[in-house]
């Protein structure tokens, strides 16, 4: 089941809704919690039942280590066996033929199905029992006349300073649906206090209403801009995976059309389940924040995916020592790091250099600043932003040769053409520019492709280039955007020809 179906708007959301708040009214938060898992298990096993098993065990599982973590002399013991078990889970379903393929290039595929989330839920529960065991670690440190000792400085939130949480509770923290699929991936810091909450199951018109409203605007960017995009993108990338080969101007609209398809589809994913969350009476931290506008590499990775980010920051960059060692230590973690978040996204070696090329990104980035002045705001954007549209190009094709065809296209190594009729309306674009009669892979093959598909590509980047995030936009603008969009989002939910899944189910 994905947010952006009928089954989900018309028929689970509304039950799952008054199922919720009406067992908050008539009994107690314990019950509403367990209609919320519940739901949210049922959410889960609509795609496939067959992994609901590992779901339920996995959570029954973490939570009786963490219980064992409170209640040990020997908590890295047992923290470093929760952890292992579970990515040895995360390993055997997602990297087990990836593995056998480097070790035994011939050897048959595995031809493991991968349980949808595995990558989020996993995630979300290693942090739970590495937060856990840091805080049984805590121990009361002195305190000087007036101040508060270390300790008390830094207390941990109610979840780790007080009893395990119970079972439903946690079960809750890791299954709820707004987030359980792609993110974002919440701290239990973050979200455990607010299950917790006696009020929780309390209807509020606010959080109804904007919750509401922020939903249908993420809708609105999956199915009337990401969808529309991912059209254009996958034209191009599917026909240099079949052989093709790309012009100029067929490589680079495919691979900015990817550039604007990813974006309004996490951003827009994003945003329907901050704004689901929040109809339900929880808060969820901000995900994305219009990562386009960066000024540098950094800054990207601090607005694109900000809990994952988050997330590979604290529980992997500083345990390895993050800045705290000489400079060849650092770029080394950094590297080390960005490769794994490479990896993290998929099995394949693609998403491999995605990950490498970012994190050499990063490491000329930090070089830079400490040798030379920065440079102009706008110049920044542009070289940032290029570097990212090229690095889309292997984690969206099909495999490292497709990459190569499509950065020999865009390089134009395979020629410059454009529709006849418009080499013919300006003539001196015939001294570089090839004309031809249609352009086979971009748009639809027809003439009229080139110029629609550039005015789509112009106000998609206008966008994403100039406009704030919705998170930041007024009411009132929320509402003019909503009422500009609702239309098209509502022709597409209904009338689509096919429902395109979010691109980062697949992770």
């Not at 939130?157 to 709820?176: E, H, I, K, R």
């Not at 959080?207 to 801009?225: E, Q, Y």
């Not at 900015?256 to 398809?261: K, V």
């Not at 920065?374 to 110049?379: F, K």
Request: some cysteine; charged content about 10%.
């Amino acid at each position: 089941m994905m947010f952006h179906t009928i089954t989900f708007i018309l028929g689970f959301l509304p039950v799952c809704l008054a199922g919720f708040f009406a067992l908050g009214r008539f009994f107690n938060t314990a019950w509403a919690l367990r209609w919320l898992v519940a739901c949210s298990l049922f959410f889960y096993a609509w795609w496939n039942p067959e992994h609901l098993p590992l779901l339920v065990g996995s959570v029954v599982l973490n939570h009786a280590i963490a219980r064992k973590l409170r209640h040990t002399d020997r908590p890295r013991a047992w923290l470093t066996a929760g952890v292992a078990l579970n990515l040895a889970i995360l390993g055997w379903f997602k990297y087990a033929d990836f593995v056998l393929h480097i070790v035994a290039p011939d050897a048959a595929a595995l031809k493991i199905t991968l349980p949808l989330a595995i990558s989020f839920f996993t995630f979300q529960q290693i942090m739970f029992l590495v937060d856990t065991a840091a805080c049984t670690q805590r121990r009361p440190g002195p305190a000087r006349q007036g101040q508060p000792g270390l300790a008390a400085m830094d207390e941990p939130q109610s979840w780790v300073a007080g009893p395990s949480p119970p079972l439903v509770t946690y079960a809750a923290f890791v299954t709820f649906f707004p987030h359980l699929i792609a993110g974002p991936i919440v701290r239990p810091s973050e979200i455990i206090p607010q299950l917790a909450a006696a009020d929780l199951a309390r209807p509020r018109m606010a959080n109804l209403t904007d919750g509401l409203l922020i939903f249908l605007l993420g809708l609105g960017k999956k199915l009337v801009l990401a969808d529309m995009f991912g059209g254009f993108a996958d034209i191009g990338f599917d026909a240099a995976a079949h052989g093709a080969t790309l012009t100029f101007f067929e490589a680079w609209y495919a691979t900015l059309s990817y550039a604007l398809q990813i974006y309004f589809d996490f951003s827009g994913y994003s945003d329907m389940a901050i704004g689901l969350a929040r109809m339900l009476n929880i808060r969820f931290p901000l995900n994305f924040d219009s990562p386009y506008q960066a000024t540098n590499i950094a800054e990207f990775w601090r607005r694109w995916h900000i809990t994952l980010g988050g997330f590979l920051r604290d529980y992997l960059y500083i345990p390895l020592g993050g800045n705290r060692a000489g400079m060849l230590r650092q770029t080394g973690n950094l590297m080390a790091t960005m490769l794994l978040c490479g990896l993290w996204h998929g099995a394949a070696w693609n998403f491999v250099v995605w990950g490498g090329l970012h994190g050499l990104l990063i490491v000329i980035h930090k070089q830079y600043r400490r040798l030379f002045r920065p440079l102009p705001s706008g110049l920044a954007q542009a070289l940032t932003l290029f570097a990212v549209i090229l690095a889309w190009v292997p984690f969206r094709a099909a495999s490292l040769s497709n990459t190569l065809a499509m950065l020999r296209g865009m390089a134009g190594v395979n020629g410059i053409a454009l529709p006849r009729m418009i080499v013919s309306a300006w003539r001196p674009l015939a001294i570089f520019i090839q004309p031809v009669t249609v352009m086979p892979f971009l748009g639809d093959a027809r003439t009229l492709s080139f110029p629609e598909i550039s005015a789509c590509l112009l106000l998609g980047w206008l966008i994403v280039l100039t406009l704030p995030n919705v998170h930041r936009m007024t009411v009132r603008t929320r509402q003019w955007t909503l009422t500009g969009s609702f239309a098209l989002s509502v022709q597409a939910l209904f009338f689509a020809p096919h429902v395109a899944p979010f691109l980062y189910f697949q992770f």
